[in-house]
């Protein structure tokens, strides 16, 4: 049919929609009938299921509560059943439903189920056992390099301020504050450093005080040596090395009046422990360190937060250890006075420790 005998105006008006002046239909508004019924489905799409979504929040909310395993057979099956109705609910939703606070909440609470279903089911006990027998060991012999080079600083620091002692005793009120000594000092008498290593009661002769701040002294140096390690290592290595040179000028004090074997039996009963930690610490530091220095073909975020799974571990085997020392100072050092008892008990709590890292968590051939 020709459109030529008919004026300008009213071909346009025959052209069909859209086609006119290069729009397209579908980008044309919704009429006001189109809208209302866009509301009446989405209405009853949540009418319909929302008895169910109830259902399904209740059934999450008592998971999470009180866990998986507690719930009967019936609710586990219907919350994982619901689980499912609720994911197809949720994507129909997005292609029919005009409440985004609908949307909001069915995500919400999909994303509960989810967890609530697939999320392996482990209590706190469980998580700390599978810690204890193959997280914290494994994690242990992978970073022997790391633990390796804090003992090494370690004991260079006390090799260093033995030394520095013998050299001159001005050495030991450089590297010994004031607090830490307690009075003990070069100037100090043989009977006066021998009562206090031997005294069955510390607390009147200041060596309870002494201990308690060893203690704390040495649990901020492992705080500090594991936190600062990710600047590079070099913090982590001088703190280390530093709380070496006291303790070696503090030793060369005693070895020079003749009681370094009655020093060693009375720091082996928690010192053993308690450096041990200190030397932990700063392995999973220099690990950060490390990832950070040399990041090989990952980027440097990626290496430190794959050299964090074990960095972490070891900062959590350092503070149970430093637990552990806590109470061997509180209670062991004060009940032990013989002076091989206190090496055996010391070391051997020391090589426990090792077999703990060498042997646990492998898996049998």
């Not at 919704?30 to 866009?38: C, F, H, V």
């Not at 109830?54 to 008592?62: G, K, N, P, T």
């Not at 705080?223 to 913090?235: K, Q, R, S, T, Y």
Request: proline share 4%; with cysteine.
């Amino acid at each position: 049919m020709s459109l030529d005998h008919l004026p300008p105006d009213r071909k346009k008006l025959v052209l069909p929609a859209g086609l006119g002046n290069g729009h397209n239909p579908e980008q044309h508004a919704k009429t006001p009938l189109d809208t209302n019924s866009d509301l009446m489905r989405s209405a009853r799409f949540r009418k319909e299921r929302e008895a169910d979504w109830q259902r399904l929040e209740r059934l999450v909310l008592a998971a999470e509560r009180k866990g998986l395993q507690h719930m009967s057979f019936a609710d586990a099956r219907d919350l994982a059943s619901l689980y499912r109705q609720a994911t197809t609910s949720l994507a129909i939703a997005r292609e029919i439903s005009l409440d985004k606070a609908l949307l909001g909440y069915l995500e919400a609470l999909t994303a509960r189920a989810y967890l609530c279903v697939y999320a392996p089911q482990q209590r706190l006990g469980g998580l700390f056992t599978r810690f204890l027998t193959r997280g914290a060991p494994q994690a242990m012999r992978r970073s022997w390099p790391f633990l390796l080079l804090g003992f090494l600083c370690l004991g260079l620091g006390v090799l260093a301020g033995y030394l520095l002692y013998f050299e001159s005793a001005d050495w030991f009120y450089v590297f010994m504050p004031a607090d830490l000594a307690g009075g003990r000092g070069p100037d100090a008498t043989n009977e006066a450093l021998r009562s206090v290593i031997y005294d069955e009661n510390p607390d009147s002769s200041g060596l309870g005080a002494f201990s308690t701040y060893l203690f704390s002294h040495n649990t901020r140096i492992a705080i500090f040596v594991f936190g600062l390690g990710v600047f590079a290592c070099a913090p982590a290595i001088l703190l280390t090395f530093y709380n070496g040179l006291m303790l070696g000028a503090f030793f060369a004090l005693h070895a020079d009046r003749g009681l370094g074997l009655d020093l060693a039996g009375w720091l082996s009963i928690h010192g053993v422990t308690e450096l041990s930690a200190i030397c932990v610490a700063c392995g999973g530091g220099l690990k950060l360190g490390a990832a950070v220095l040399f990041p090989g073909s990952r980027t440097r975020i990626d290496a430190l937060r794959h050299a964090g799974h074990d960095a972490v571990k070891l900062a959590l085997v350092a503070a149970l250890m430093l637990v552990v020392a806590a109470l061997l100072e509180g209670f062991a050092r004060q009940l032990v006075q013989d002076l091989n008892a206190r090496l055996i008990i010391g070391w051997g709590i020391g090589l426990l420790w090792l077999a703990w890292f060498t042997l646990g968590g492998r898996e049998p051939r």
